[in-house]
C-alpha cells in the first residue's frame, strides 16, 4: 500500500495535526490559491497567554509556484463562558518577486561542537513586501532620577509584514527542520525570480 506524499497531502495532514479549525483553515487557504497546487509549506501554532485568558493563532505560509500565500486565522470569545467565538482569517497572495526582504536566521546550540548539517534550535524568517511599518514607542528614560523633563520618545520601527519564528524547544525539532526546508524553498524561488 502506498503512501500519498504529495506537496498537498502534506500540506493537509500538517494544518490537520494542529488541531486549530483545521477544515476552516484548508477551505480558506484552498480559495486563497485559486487552483494553484502547493509546492511547500509551513505552519505555526502559537499559544498566547493574556491575564487569565488563552489565545491560539495558526499561520501558514504556502509555497505554489511563484506564489507565495500568507494565511492567518485568530479566534475570539464574544462572551464570558466562550459559547459565543469568532474567527479572523486573513490571506494575502503575492508573487515572490515583490518580496523586497527576506531575510533569515538561525540557532545552533553548542556552536563549538558544531558540524556540517547540525540541526538547528530555532528559525527565524523576516518578510516584507509592502513596507509596512511597525512602531513600538515608549518614553525616553534618563539616567538621573531627580530629572523630571520630558525626554520625548524612543523606540523600534521596524519593517516587516511577516515575522515567524519556529524553535525546536517550544514547536519541536521536525517544525523547526521543516521551517528550514520552507525557508530554503522560498530563497530558491525568490532567487531565481529575481534574476529575470
Known sequence: ???????????????????????????????????LEPTTHMVQVETHFDQNEVHRHITALVLAGE????????????DE???QVVAHVSTET???SKISTFTVS???PQPQSYTPGAPVS???????????????????ECPDPSCDADHGMTGLA???????????????????????TFARALRAV?????SR
Open 94 to 96: 503575492l508573487h515572490v
Open 1 to 35: 500500500m502506498s503512501v500519498d506524499t504529495s506537496p498537498r497531502q502534506r500540506m493537509i495532514a500538517d494544518i490537520q495535526n494542529a488541531s486549530f479549525y483545521p477544515e476552516l483553515v484548508l477551505d480558506t487557504i484552498d480559495e486563497a490559491l485559486a487552483g
Open 67 to 78: 506564489f507565495l500565500l500568507v494565511a492567518h486565522l485568530d479566534d475570539q470569545n464574544l
Open 190 to 194: 525568490h532567487l531565481q525570480a529575481g
Open 122 to 140: 530555532e528559525v527565524s524568517m523576516l518578510l516584507c513586501w509592502t513596507g509596512s511599518q511597525r512602531l513600538d514607542l515608549q518614553p525616553a
Open 81 to 83: 463562558q466562550g459559547q
Open 158 to 180: 521596524p519593517r516587516e509584514d511577516i515575522l515567524v519564528r519556529i524553535s525546536a524547544g517550544a514547536d519541536g525539532a521536525q517544525q523547526t527542520q521543516q521551517a528550514r
Open 106 to 108: 538561525y540557532a545552533y
